[in-house]
């Protein structure tokens, strides 16, 4: 079964401090990874994917993540922090099939950015 | 294009009664999954709906159900509620049902179960 951990439930950084949020993955073979970002009383927004190649993905609002096989992790990052970054963060993992797209998230991490 | 909506923002119900909620794709998905998210978790799949028939189930019980219409939309609907269904549903679509089309998310409806 495919599971998704993210060790830290709350982290608190600086404006314009750079930001690294952990994931660790559970999945059988090579998944696909996603970044979602969730704001007070909005859905989810996908920050970013992966499918396959370059492990360091390029996503929406200047964030990046990189997929380590090894490690089976695919933590965020962002050099700058803004205020407006504030909310909460999930990592996901989707099985590679056509029988649909589940996917299974973890528990999230709550970024606060300190003034 | 309004993206996915959801209805009704927020609802009220009490133990044992039923709830139906609703959700309206993005123009041109066919594909509909439901999640439900406990205060304070991340969300897990309910199930999803492809070509008006549930194509995948997580690890809910039946008195959870779905449907899903020929315009693509869908509905949840929960029977003989307890205080545990007290959750965020979000509804996400996509097109064809495979995770290398991105899922898009509706605001959720907020269900309280008292």
């Known amino acids: 079964a495919q599971s998704v951990t993210q060790p830290d439930i709350h982290i608190t950084v600086s404006e314009g401090a750079s930001l690294e949020l952990r994931c660790n993955y559970s999945?059988?073979?090579?998944?696909?990874l996603f970044w979602y970002v969730q704001s007070p009383g909005q859905g989810l927004q996908l920050l970013l994917k992966?499918?396959?190649?370059?492990?360091l993905v390029q996503g929406i609002k200047g964030f990046e993540a990189e997929f380590k096989r090894s490690q089976s992790s695919f933590n965020l990052r962002k050099p700058s922090v803004h205020w407006s970054d504030a909310a909460e963060y999930f990592c996901?993992?989707?099985?590679?099939?056509?029988?649909?797209?589940?996917?299974?998230f973890g528990g999230g991490t709550r970024l606060m950015v300190k003034p | 294009d309004a993206g996915v909506t959801q209805s009704p923002t927020h609802l009220i119900k009490t133990r044992g009664q039923q709830v139906t909620l609703r959700c309206s794709p993005k123009?041109?998905?066919?594909?509909v999954s439901w999640y439900q998210q406990a205060l304070g978790q991340g969300p897990q799949f309910i199930f999803q709906?492809?070509?008006?028939?549930?194509?995948q189930r997580g690890n809910f019980p039946d008195r959870f159900s779905g449907h899903q219409f020929p315009n693509y939309s869908s509905e949840l609907n929960v029977n003989a509620l307890l205080l545990g269904d007290s959750a965020l549903y979000l509804c996400?679509?996509?097109?064809?049902?495979?995770?290398?089309?991105?899922?898009?998310f509706g605001p959720g409806t907020r269900l309280t179960v008292l």
């Open positions: 996400a679509s996509s097109f064809g049902g495979s995770s290398y089309n991105e899922q898009f």
């Open positions: 123009s041109g998905h066919d594909t």
């Open positions: 992966y499918f396959s190649g370059d492990t």
């Open positions: 999945y059988g073979a090579t998944p696909y």
């Open positions: 996901a993992v989707g099985g590679r099939n056509n029988a649909g797209n589940m996917l299974t």
């Open positions: 709906y492809y070509e008006e028939e549930e194509r």
